[in-house]
């Protein structure tokens, strides 16, 4: 039996972050003719989730790409990373879709930083210890990921949230990947990157239209599909590159698009590359998507 899957993008909170960290050795004389900075050297950004949704012979199962940053930080630390809004936006967005947090089955993390996992946490609350958002989902890590989290890096160890790794491990329902996943399923395809941080887990989706790819942080918005391009956050930057041009390629061939979860205005596009080599973005797609596959 062919699966139907629809995929939709689903807007989670923004931020504003310093361009400067975003572009990493990237001149402001030049990126800030990608991406327009604010009075505080800002840049926006979106966090935006990949919702897969499959009919199966025992009904629809939803996969959710990341939850994003939430509203999982008390008000001086949401304003100290740019996160603009007061509530809980893709709880919001998802329940425009018609769908509450118990609706969501399985939930793939790309990694463990807080602008990717975050919003598997309820809302801040003066005094109140977290919960999760999404109470019957099932949780994907890849394992470097899950092991970085528990021991983190003194260069990354602030971008993890030490509440919720033992909460998902509390579930029973968190699978530890490599190659691939129990719970999604063989037809399922996993890529991994460690440039960014070590582990990184991205989501492929076969559609008749080609493959689409959940690029997280190993390509967060059109300006970095530049090869060169890196954000100050990347561990390995160089090795981020490498793996960058190896799925680029790879996608390339087989006709795939690229899903975006940090680009304010652009949530899905191909690939092309100019007679010199040099890869940019095309076909581009603003969010809202929604794509029967």
């Known amino acids: 039996m062919t699966t139907t899957r629809t995929v939709s993008a689903v807007a989670g909170n923004s931020q504003r972050l310093d361009g400067g960290a975003m572009f990493g050795n ?32 025992e009904g629809v199962r939803r996969v959710l790409c990341e939850a994003g940053i939430g509203l999982c930080f008390d008000p001086e630390t949401r304003a100290r990373y740019g ?8 709880l919001d967005r998802l329940a425009a ?8 089955d399985v939930i793939v993390l790309s990694h463990l930083h807080f602008d990717h996992a975050g919003g598997l946490l309820s809302a801040w609350q003066p005094g109140v210890e977290p919960t999760l958002a999404f109470p019957d989902a099932a949780y994907v890590v890849g394992q470097a990921a899950w092991e970085r ?24 329902r968190l699978e530890i990947v490599n190659d691939h996943s129990e719970t999604l399923g063989t037809d399922w395809r996993l890529h991994h990157s460690d440039g ?3 582990g990184l887990t991205l989501v492929e989706v076969a559609s008749a239209a080609g493959p689409i790819v959940f690029a997280g942080d190993l390509v967060p918005g059109r300006a970095w599909v530049h090869l060169p391009v890196t954000m100050g956050y990347d561990r390995y930057p ?11 390629e790879d996608l390339f061939a087989r006709a795939g698009r690229l899903f975006f979860t940090h680009d304010s205005e652009c949530a899905l596009a191909r ?3 100019d007679a010199r080599g040099r890869w940019t973005a095309c076909e581009e797609q603003a969010a809202p998507v929604r794509l029967g596959l």
Do not use: Y
């Open 83 to 90: 996160v603009l809004e007061d509530r809980h936006v893709l």
């Open 149 to 172: 989290a528990l021991h983190p890096h003194a260069r990354d160890r602030a971008s993890f949230i030490p509440a919720l790794q033992p909460l998902l491990a509390a579930t029973g």
């Open 97 to 104: 879709l018609g769908l509450a947090p118990a609706d969501i």
């Open 271 to 273: 690939l092309t590359k």
């Open 196 to 198: 960014h941080t070590p």
């Open 26 to 57: 990237v001149p402001r004389a030049l990126w800030s003719r990608w991406i327009s900075p604010d009075e505080q050297h800002r840049i926006p950004l979106a966090c935006r989730a990949m919702l897969i949704e499959e009919q199966r012979p």
């Open 238 to 248: 160089e090795l981020l590159i490498d793996e960058k041009l190896a799925l680029f």
